[in-house]
């Protein structure tokens, strides 16, 4: 079993920056392959970034160089830091994982960020 739970998302002017985290629950943290995926209004959920148990990064093109996927295994938590962001931005992000466990999908509840003047 592992429990998602995103913050740090809130309004945000265009071209500024905003930093999610997502703290998880979970014995094997440091295994997890972690993801962002976001989902705006009206539109489908989609793949952002991930973080895999080695570190290796992989973004989606719509936010490479702006967008930066990190973790603290120490601290259980996967990040998601956001420059240069663009009204287009705006969603509800959410983290991922199948923890050790391809089968399974887990989801944290989802945090709003809104890319407004």
């Known amino acids: 079993q592992v429990q998602l739970v995103e913050s740090g998302g809130g309004l945000v002017q265009p071209g500024g920056s905003l930093r999610l985290s997502c703290a998880a629950s979970g014995s094997s943290f440091s295994r997890y392959d972690m993801d962002w995926y976001r989902q705006a209004p009206g539109k489908e959920r989609e793949f952002v970034a991930r973080?895999?148990?080695?570190?290796?990064?992989n973004y989606a093109d719509s936010v490479k160089e702006r967008f930066t996927i990190s973790r603290d295994n120490a601290k259980n938590t996967v990040y998601l830091q956001m420059n240069s962001l663009k009204p287009e931005d705006t969603a509800v992000y959410y983290c991922h994982t199948s923890g050790i466990d391809i089968g399974k999908d887990y989801w944290g509840q989802g945090t709003q960020v809104t890319v407004s003047s």
């Open positions: 973080s895999n148990r080695f570190r290796w990064t």
